[in-house]
C-alpha cells in the first residue's frame, strides 16, 4: 500500500501540469472560398510540397474543396502570423474583419430547433458564428435555447462565371419513411451519399439518423422509358474464344433470336466472333422495397476493386451486379450498393450499414495532433500535502480520488503508448472538485475551440454542464464511468454499457444455447421486470418463489428439489441483489449438483448451471463461495473482463512500480481507443460511424447514436467461472 500511496502522490502532483507526448510541428488550416495550395503556401512561406506530403486526400492540379481542413507543417517555417498566434486564428480574424465591412442586403428569420448549435446554424446559411451573434445581441450574455427566433443576415453572394446554376424544376422533395436510411435513399435515387449531403446541408454530419417525415432535396428519377413501358438495363459482354450462341443462350436464359435482335451486327458480320462487345439484358431481380426489413448497403470506397469488394463483402460480382445494376456502368467511390440481410463477410453490420474491420493500429494519420482535456474530481483542495499520515489516509479511503488516480494514471500510459506509434498529444487537465458550480467556473476560462475531445467529469451534474458547453463547438465528452442520471446532451459518449444491453446479451446468449435444457428462474421482487423479460424469452420457464420477510430473504430447498430435472441440465436463472438471498441459493445449488435427488430411487445425478442478466454487488459479497459459483459455472454478462494486455500492465508497472487495478486499465483502454479513433479521422463522430466493435486490454467499444441522448456503448462480454477462475465464454 504505501508503494500504492507514494504512486497516488506522484499523480496528483501531475494534475497541476498540462502535458505533451511531442513537440508542436503542425498547425490546421480550413481551405476558404479561393484558395489554392499556392496562396496557402505563400501564406505560411512553406513549399506547396510540403503541403501535399502532409495531406495525402488533394491531389496536384484539382481544385481545393471550401472547408477542408489541411496540416501545415511549420518546422523552421517562418509564418506570416504573430509567433504567440496560431495561424487558424488569424485568419478568422481576417475573415471576421473583412465581414465588419459588408453590409447584409436583408434578412430572414430562423427559429431555434431542439439540439441546434450556432455553429450549426452559421453553417446551414453560410455564415459565421459573429454573424449571428452580431444581429441578435443577446446571445452575447445568453446561451441559445430551443424555440428562440434568430435574425440572419442575408449578404450578397457573386457566383464564379463557371459556378453551376441548380435548376429546381429537375429537383424533387422526398419525405422519409419508417425504416428508411440515407443508404437506402441514395441507393434509390441513384446517388451518392456525398450527394445527398451536398443537396440537404442540414443534415448532420455527426449522426446517420434520419428522423421519419424529414424531407428531403433530391434530383427527380429519370423515367427513360414511354409511360407504362417496361425499362431495361443492358450489359457490354465481350464475347471469349470458343464461345458460340448456343452456351450464351445457357449462360444468360435468353432466346438465340432475343440475342439476334439485340445485336444485328452478328448476322451482318457473319455470326458471332471471338472479341466483339455484343449487349446483353440486364436480369432483373425482384427484389421488393428498397428498406431496411429487406437489405443492409455499403458505400464503396475510393481505390476499391471488384475482387476486393466482393473478398469482402462474401458475395460473387454477378450477385452483387443482379442486385445493383447501375455496376454495369463501374465500380465508382461513394456508390451505394445493396445487399441481402442475411448477407456474411468480413465486416460488421450497424444500422443496416455495412462497416469494414478497420486496423486502426494501420490506419492512423501521424500528422492528426489530438488535443485531450481531461476533467476529475482530484479535490486537491482538500488535501493537505504537510500532513503526511492524513494524506495517506485521505487517498486510501476517498473514492472518487481513487478513481481518479487510477483512471488518469491508465490514460497516461496510453497517451505514452499512443506517443510511441508517433502520434503527438497535447493534455491539459482540472479537477472540477466533485462540484457542479466550481465545473462552470473552470469551463468559463477555458477555450474549447481546439479541443478534440473531453474525458470526465464524474459526477452527473458536472457532465451535463460540460457536455452542454462543448455542444456548441461540437466536442465530444466521454463519461468514463456508469452515469445513473438522465442526460440528454447529444455529445456525451457513454462508454460504460448499460444494464440493459447486458441484460438483452444475457438474454440473447441463452436463447442461442439453449436446446433441451430444464431452466429455473429465482428472482426477488425488485426483480420481477427482469423475471417477466425471461419468461417472455422463454415461456416454459419454471418459477421459484422467493420469500421476503421483514428480516429474513430466501428460497424454500424442498420446492427447488422438485423442480430440478435427473434427465436434463438445469439452468437455474438468478436475479437479486440482495446478498443473503444470493448466497443462499448459491449454497442450495452447489448442494445438488452432481448429486442423485433421492439416491434411493434413483443414481442419476443432478446437473446444475447458474446464470444472471446482472452481476450486482451481491454476487461479490464475501460471503459468496468462489468454489461454489465454480462448480456451477456461474455464467453472467459483463462490460470487462480479465486483463489479457501484458504489454499495458509491464509498462504501468514499470511507470507507477504497481499492478494497474480496475480504474487504471479503463483509463487506459478509453484514453487509447479514443487516441486512435482521433488519429485515423480528426472526428471521433465521424469515426464512430465508421468503426465497428474495438477491443484493448480488458474492455470493448462499439458506440451507437440514439437520438437527441448521445452515443451508447453496445459491447459487452460473457464470462463464466470454471476451475477457480473468471475466463470469457467464446460464443
Known amino acids: 500500500m504505501n508503494q500504492f500511496i507514494k504512486n497516488s502522490l506522484v499523480l496528483v502532483l501531475l494534475v497541476f501540469f498540462s502535458s505533451k507526448a511531442v513537440a508542436q510541428k503542425f498547425v490546421t488550416h480550413a481551405v476558404k472560398k479561393g484558395e489554392s495550395v499556392e496562396s496557402i503556401a505563400k501564406q505560411y512561406r512553406i513549399s506547396e ?56 442586403i436583408g434578412f430572414t428569420s430562423h427559429k431555434v ?96 439518423y434520419l428522423a421519419e417525415g424529414y424531407e428531403l432535396k433530391l434530383p427527380k428519377k429519370k423515367s427513360g422509358a414511354i409511360e407504362g413501358q417496361k425499362t431495361k438495363l443492358y450489359r457490354s459482354y465481350t464475347v471469349p474464344k470458343g464461345v458460340g450462341i448456343f452456351r450464351l443462350t445457357q449462360e444468360f436464359n435468353l432466346t438465340s ?25 440486364q436480369q432483373e431481380v425482384k427484389t421488393g422495397e428498397v428498406n431496411t426489413d429487406n437489405f443492409i448497403f455499403y458505400e464503396v470506397k475510393p481505390k476499391q476493386t471488384e ?22 456502368d463501374g465500380l465508382k467511390a461513394g456508390m451505394v450498393l445493396k445487399l441481402p440481410k442475411d448477407q456474411k463477410g468480413n465486416f460488421e453490420v450497424r444500422n443496416s450499414l455495412v462497416l469494414d474491420k478497420i486496423n486502426l493500429l494501420d490506419s492512423i494519420n501521424i500528422t492528426y495532433k489530438p488535443n485531450l482535456m481531461f476533467i476529475f474530481p482530484f479535490r486537491l483542495n482538500k488535501l493537505d500535502f504537510s500532513d503526511q499520515k492524513n494524506l495517506k489516509k485521505t487517498v486510501k479511503s476517498r473514492k472518487s480520488l481513487k478513481g481518479s488516480l487510477g483512471l488518469y494514471s491508465g490514460a497516461l500510459i496510453a497517451i505514452d503508448s499512443i506517443a510511441s506509434l508517433g502520434i503527438s498529444v497535447d493534455v491539459k487537465t482540472l479537477d472540477n472538485q466533485f462540484d457542479a458550480e466550481v465545473t462552470k467556473s473552470l469551463l468559463l476560462k477555458e477555450n474549447l475551440s481546439e479541443v478534440s475531445a473531453i474525458v470526465g467529469p464524474l459526477d452527473p451534474p458536472s457532465l451535463q454542464e460540460v457536455a452542454r458547453v462543448a455542444s456548441q463547438l461540437q466536442v465530444p465528452v466521454i463519461a468514463p464511468i456508469p452515469v445513473a442520471a438522465n442526460l440528454s446532451q447529444s455529445n456525451i459518449f457513454f462508454s460504460y454499457t448499460s444494464d440493459k444491453v447486458l441484460q438483452d446479451r444475457m438474454l440473447t446468449y441463452l436463447k442461442k444455447k439453449v436446446t433441451d435444457q430444464n431452466i429455473i428462474i429465482i428472482a426477488d421482487k425488485s426483480n420481477i421486470d427482469v423475471q417477466n423479460a425471461i419468461l417472455e424469452k422463454f415461456p416454459e420457464a419454471k418459477v421459484v418463489l422467493v420469500v421476503e420477510e421483514e428480516k429474513n430473504i430466501g428460497i424454500n430447498r424442498d420446492r427447488v428439489a422438485e423442480l430440478l430435472s435427473e434427465d436434463v441440465d438445469n439452468w437455474v436463472i438468478v436475479e437479486t441483489d440482495n446478498p443473503s438471498l444470493a448466497s443462499s441459493v448459491t449454497s442450495i445449488l452447489n448442494s445438488f449438483h452432481n448429486e442423485p435427488l433421492d439416491p434411493e430411487l434413483s443414481s442419476k445425478k443432478v446437473q446444475l448451471r447458474m446464470f444472471t442478466t446482472d452481476k450486482s454487488l451481491a454476487f461479490n459479497d464475501e460471503v459468496i463461495s468462489n468454489l461454489h459459483l465454480s462448480n456451477l459455472n456461474f455464467t453472467y454478462p459483463s462490460v470487462f473482463r480479465e486483463v489479457t494486455n501484458d504489454s499495458f500492465a509491464k509498462r504501468y508497472r514499470k511507470k507507477f512500480g504497481d499492478t494497474p487495478d480496475r480504474y487504471a486499465v479503463r483509463g487506459f483502454d478509453i484514453t487509447y481507443d479514443l487516441l486512435l479513433k482521433l488519429a485515423y479521422k480528426k472526428n471521433l463522430f465521424e469515426a464512430s460511424s465508421l468503426i465497428g466493435e474495438t477491443e484493448y486490454s480488458a474492455n470493448k467499444f462499439l458506440y451507437q447514436k440514439d437520438m437527441g441522448s448521445g452515443y451508447y456503448n453496445q459491447a459487452s462480454y460473457i464470462m463464466m467461472y470454471e476451475d477457480m477462475r473468471i475466463k470469457e465464454v467464446k460464443e
Open 113 to 208: 430547433r431542439r439540439h441546434e448549435t450556432l455553429y450549426g446554424i452559421a453553417k446551414r446559411y453560410r455564415i459565421t458564428e459573429d454573424d449571428i451573434k452580431r444581429y441578435n445581441r443577446e446571445l452575447y450574455s445568453a446561451q441559445l435555447k430551443k424555440k428562440m427566433v434568430l435574425r440572419i443576415p442575408k449578404y450578397r453572394r457573386v457566383k464564379p462565371s463557371d459556378q453551376v446554376v441548380i435548376n429546381e424544376d429537375d429537383f424533387e422533395t422526398h419525405v422519409v419513411t419508417a425504416k428508411e436510411t440515407r443508404w437506402s435513399i441514395a441507393h434509390s435515387y441513384g446517388i451518392t451519399i456525398d450527394s445527398l449531403i451536398a443537396l440537404n446541408p442540414d443534415l448532420s454530419a455527426s449522426t446517420d
Open 257 to 281: 433470336k432475343e440475342i439476334m435482335d439485340l445485336n444485328p451486327e452478328i448476322k451482318e458480320k457473319g455470326g458471332l466472333k471471338e472479341g466483339m462487345v455484343i449487349r446483353i439484358p
Open 49 to 104: 510540397d510540403k503541403i501535399f506530403t502532409y495531406n495525402k486526400e488533394i491531389k496536384k492540379g484539382k481544385a481545393l474543396k471550401v472547408n477542408t481542413i489541411l496540416v501545415i507543417y511549420l518546422n523552421n517555417a517562418k509564418t506570416t502570423t504573430p509567433s504567440n498566434t496560431p495561424p487558424k486564428e488569424v485568419s478568422n480574424q481576417t475573415e471576421k474583419s473583412r465581414i465588419k465591412q459588408e453590409e447584409p
Open 307 to 328: 475482387y476486393s469488394l466482393t473478398r469482402n463483402l462474401g458475395i460473387s460480382y454477378k450477385e452483387l451486379l443482379q442486385l445493383n445494376p447501375n455496376l454495369v
